[in-house]
């Protein structure tokens, strides 16, 4: 809930400002579109530096079907059940973009005894690797969201190579300096993010953070706090013109429940319990924030979208977990007195 408070605060900042200094048409400003790709890298770099690679290899199969078929499937319900009941033709990216599980709000709710050691180890890897997968998702779904403008074609082919020799650049320069001093690791990471954001080759910063490691994460976790409050603060800005709340309220609520299929396909063979909360994970964080920022330019209104639905989806996923965990206590007590 704390979390849930300080982005409502950030984002009533964020509105209150443009209120008062009648900032609008931001999201057309050259700046606005490079600060908003240096945020997404930021992000996307932030989420697969924190995966452990050992563990994740104990689960690889679950892993890489929960961020292929996982993913796939949540965004087609997501986007299947906004579509019927609104018609609106950007049903595909919105879905997308509230497809993934923040990492960063998972990280988070690790704590406690509601899940085991399995499938916490599943859940964060989970969260971590379908973060790259759905933003790199998010982005071909414009080609068929916008098909006259963009189109599926070669520059998309294009896009994927260059995607692959920044990853073979980066992994030659980790390759280099893993033995070095620590300080070159910062400055090839810092290079990584920021070259990433000027050419928007987003996938391969993700493919970075897997191996560029910094020697002392702290330093990336507060610059992904400070992302994540600037994203806020900026989608404020462009919610002054109102909130489409009916359209928001229904993309989380849809966006929750694909996760709850989801879970309910990829986990069968974990205990019940693991998989009523795996089922229950659903949270949406800096990655959706930053997803609604990158695409208002594109679609005007996509922010008063996106913002009612993160909220909604954070605010089921408190009280579904609570619900969750007060029917588990009654059973334990029902069983202790038996």
Known sequence: MVRIGFLLLL?????VTA???GLSRLEH???YLLLSSLLLAVGLYGSTHGIDRTEARRHTRLILLAVTVGVLLKAAFIAGV???VSGDPRAMIL???VAQIDPLSVASTMGGNRLSDRARTILGAWSSFDDPVTVILAFYAVSF???GQDGLSAAYLADLGLNALFVAVAYGVWRLIRNAPPVLSYLAAISAVLSAAWSSLMLGVAAAGLYLRLPDPRWLARAVSVAFALSAFLMGLLLVGGANLMMGVLLGLAAFAAQMLAALVLTRGLPAADRVHLGLAQQNGITAVILALAFERDFPGFVAVIA???LTVNLVYVAANRIADACRVRRDLSAQQE
């Open 11 to 15: 984002v009533g900042f964020g509105w």
């Open 19 to 21: 209120d008062l200094t």
């Open 29 to 31: 400003s050259g700046g």
């Open 82 to 84: 906004v579509y019927l």
């Open 95 to 97: 879905a997308v973009t």
């Open 145 to 147: 969201t916008k098909p």
């Open 308 to 310: 009612p639905a993160i």
